[in-house]
């Protein structure tokens, strides 16, 4: 999360139900003192609840701007899988442009711009896959998992004592410096450029298991990404493998398989596709040659 948002990427959470989704974007937010703003995404909600809509002030006779909960820094986007796409799509521009439009009127949003969109990958009643256009906009898709034993009996003790939300320590951090700094002092060779290009073509040239492979876009948060990932473990060069420890993450929710390979190689008792992708995207990173 840290990575996307020094990226000027987006996230999504996927888990089950009360895995602390919601919990950790709302931390996340705290800990770097930025407005958090919620969406709750339901069937019955309209754009205009997303974006905000004018309103008549009888007072001044005249329409003013009511701004909705996407002017925010931190903007989490609730079980954005039950939104209707029409909803949905409200945030396309918000994530691409960092910019709404309502009523022909364009509207800046604030900087830091981050969204955390979370879905539970097993309920499919009532919910609207998102789009390929809307998934690609998000630089990450990260699976959390149940927690271990002893995680789990250290949130009973948190819980027991109280003090779940409250032992947040604030990190004083100037995102627009650090982005500019790690935009411009981590170098990237032009073999790692390479490097980058030949890994996300190859999901576009293998049809017989992939459908729709990764866009440029996805090749561009893998070049942001890598560079954020070699500052944040104090280098100003990217390597190989900041290429490849990100590619999982980047690519899970982009990669449209086909059916009959998902088919032939999905293991029935799992809900998930997950080892499937992995398992391809080793097959990826290992075909491409890294540089030396």
């Given amino acids: 999360m840290t990575i996307a948002l020094l990226s000027d990427g987006h996230v999504i959470l996927e888990g089950v139900p009360g895995i602390a989704k919601t919990l950790l974007a709302k931390s996340f ?55 209707i796409p029409k909803t949905q799509s409200a945030l396309l521009e918000a994530m691409q442009e960092y910019q709404v439009t309502v009523e022909g009127k364009t509207h800046e949003l604030k900087k ?60 004083n951090l100037d995102l627009k410096k650090t982005n500019n ?51 944040i473990n104090g280098r100003d060069y990217v390597i190989p493998d900041d290429v490849k420890s990100l590619l999982f993450p980047l690519l899970n929710h982009r990669l449209l398989l086909n059916p009959d390979y998902l088919i032939k190689n999905t293991d029935p008792s799992r809900p998930y596709n997950y080892d499937v992708v992995k398992k391809l995207i080793s097959e990826i990173s290992t075909a491409a040659s890294p540089p030396r």
Avoid: C
Avoid at 56 to 71: A, I, L, S
Avoid at 112 to 130: C, R
Avoid at 203 to 224: C, M
């Fill in 181 to 231: 700094e790690i935009l411009h002092n981590v170098k990237i060779s032009n073999e790692i450029k390479e490097y980058i290009v030949e890994l996300l073509a190859a999901t576009r040239n293998d049809s017989e298991k992939i459908l729709l492979g990764a866009s440029p876009r996805a090749t561009v948060h893998l070049f942001q990404a890598s560079k954020t990932l070699a500052a």
């Fill in 112 to 171: 830091p711009f981050f969204v955390i969109a979370t879905q539970n990958p097993i309920e499919m009643q009532g919910t609207y896959p998102l789009p390929e256009a809307q998934l690609d906009r998000f630089m990450f898709r990260i699976t959390m998992e149940l927690p271990s034993k002893k995680d789990e009996i250290n949130i009973i003790n948190k819980f027991s004592t109280g003090d779940i939300f409250i032992n947040i320590n604030s990190i």
């Fill in 29 to 83: 937010a705290e800990s770097l003192e930025l407005e958090f703003k919620r969406i709750q995404l339901t069937p019955d909600m309209l754009p205009a609840d997303i974006t905000g809509t004018f309103v008549y002030n009888v007072k001044e006779q005249d329409f003013f701007f009511r701004k909705g909960p996407v002017f925010g820094n931190v903007i989490l986007a609730d079980e954005i899988n039950r939104g």
